[in-house]
């Protein structure tokens, strides 16, 4: 998705991690393979990006794509910065951790955008207001199938919670 123009009648969702080639973009990919599972893909607008620059133009991480591909989810993604102006041009944006929290509340242009900030545990049965998906990088495929589990999850409890209406993003 472009950020530059948003459309007007989807609900545009934007999942932020450290460097945007681990958790956000399996979100993203998650989100859009579980969106398409149940047939409401063309109500979402969905990307993903990192608060930092150093992966910026790489593709996702080979161990998480290998591990959504065991679980039959692949995507594709090349990583970005978040810019300010996503703040105007998302209706809910999705952070793993405290780190990507506070890193937002830093760049927030107006108050009133906090609203669109969560976590994106807060929808994982399992987790909970400020819970956190852990970041994998440093360590072994283990910490990629947990990973991959939590957001799975989280991302259903997302989607679950937009198509009830117990979560209604606000979309221009």
């Known amino acids: 998705m472009s950020s530059q123009q948003p ?3 989807k609900t545009r969702i934007l999942f932020v991690c450290l460097g945007n080639i681990i958790r956000s973009p399996l979100a993203e990919g998650l ?4 969106a398409a599972e149940r047939g409401v893909a063309d109500k979402y607008e969905v990307d ?34 978040f810019r300010r102006d996503d703040f105007r041009n998302f209706d809910l944006i999705l952070v793993m ?12 242009p107006e108050p ?24 994998p990088y440093y360590g ?4 990629f199938e947990q990973v991959y589990q939590i957001v799975e999850r989280s991302v259903r409890g997302l989607l679950d919670a937009l198509e009830s209406g ?3 993003a606000k979309t221009e």
Request: no cysteine; proline share 7%.
């Open 97 to 108: 951790d405290y780190d990507n929290y506070a890193g937002l509340l830093a760049m927030m």
């Open 31 to 34: 989100f859009r393979h579980l």
């Open 140 to 143: 072994g495929m283990d910490g």
């Open 48 to 81: 993903s990006a990192g608060l930092g620059a150093w992966h910026v133009g790489e593709p996702p991480d080979p161990r998480m794509r290998k591990t959504a591909a065991k679980h039959g989810v692949h995507y594709t993604h090349t990583a970005r910065q």
């Open 166 to 168: 117990k979560l209604a």
């Open 112 to 135: 009133e955008e906090k609203a669109k900030i969560h976590y994106l545990r807060e929808f994982d049965p399992q987790g909970g207001p400020e819970a956190e998906v852990p970041d």
């Open 7 to 9: 459309s007007s009648n």
